[in-house]
T-cell receptor, first 114, second 114 residues
Framework: DQQVKQNSPSLSVQEGRISILNCDYT??????FLWYKKYPAEGPTFLIS?????DKNEDGRFTVFLNKSAKHLSLHIVPSQPGDSAVYFC?????????????FGTGTRLTIIP | DAGVTQSPTHLIKTRGQQVTLRCSPI?????VSWYQQVLGQGPQFIFQ???????GRGNFPDRFSARQFPNYSSELNVNALLLGDSALYLC?????????????FGNGTRLTVT
């Protein structure tokens, strides 16, 4: 039962353009969402998160949008840079004090074309 | 500041053997979680420990066990290894005392079972 889905296994974007990565979830108990970036031979690196009480959170070139009614979130990267080439994971959590379990999607490999 | 550190980085074991993986959290982080990532998938939750107590357990067999020490470091043990246990094992720590704090991951231990 895939509760967090990333339906695009890969995405290629020209350098300088906007990259949009999408994520859908099915569990309505999820109320905290995160994006992680992963390079080969490294662990996932936290990028940005959003609580369900918001619909947008921005940090520099990264913006995450949350549409609760559609159970959909997206990560926008603008402008895209070659160093952004990596696998991006969407993750979700049903917040309960002390509960840290994250449910991950299968990832989207982003390639930035110079 | 040091991030989450894991040891060893790589490990090769034979079917039926036992393995112990180690993790040191970021200083000040009292929660440690373990995840398994197989190729092409997102990380899957195995365990969470907070203040030396198990706070969550994923859908893994009893061959998997873990513990947390007074200094908040942690060990993951896997008994009677199977070929399917070959994966990247990730440790993560967080400031669970702060609401909606993200997990920070180490670079993982790559376990190969032959």
């Amino acid at each position: 039962d895939q509760q967090v889905k990333q339906n695009s296994p890969s995405l290629s974007v020209q350098e300088g353009r906007i990259s949009i990565l999408n994520c859908d979830y099915t569990n309505s108990m999820f109320d905290y969402f995160l994006w992680y970036k992963k390079y080969p031979a490294e662990g996932p690196t936290f990028l940005i998160s959003i609580s369900s009480i918001k619909d947008k959170n921005e940090d520099g070139r990264f913006t995450v949008f949350l549409n609760k009614s559609a159970k959909h979130l997206s990560l926008h990267i603008v402008p895209s840079q070659p160093g952004d080439s990596a696998v991006y994971f969407c993750a979700a959590r049903a917040s309960n004090f002390g509960n840290e379990k994250l449910t991950f999607g299968t990832g989207t490999r982003l390639t930035i074309i110079p | 500041d040091a991030g989450v550190t894991q040891s060893p980085t790589h490990l090769i074991k034979t079917r039926g053997q036992q393995v112990t993986l180690r993790c040191s959290p970021i200083s000040g982080h009292k929660s440690v979680s373990w995840y398994q990532q197989v190729l092409g998938q997102g990380p899957q939750f195995i365990f969470q420990y907070y203040e030396k107590e198990e706070r969550g357990r994923g859908n893994f067999p009893d061959r998997f066990s873990a513990r947390q020490f007074p200094n908040y470091s942690s060990e993951l043990n896997v008994n009677a290894l199977l070929l399917g246990d070959s994966a990247l094992y990730l440790c993560a720590s967080s400031l669970v005392q702060v609401n909606n704090s993200p997990l920070h991951f180490g670079n993982g231990t790559r376990l190969t079972v032959t």
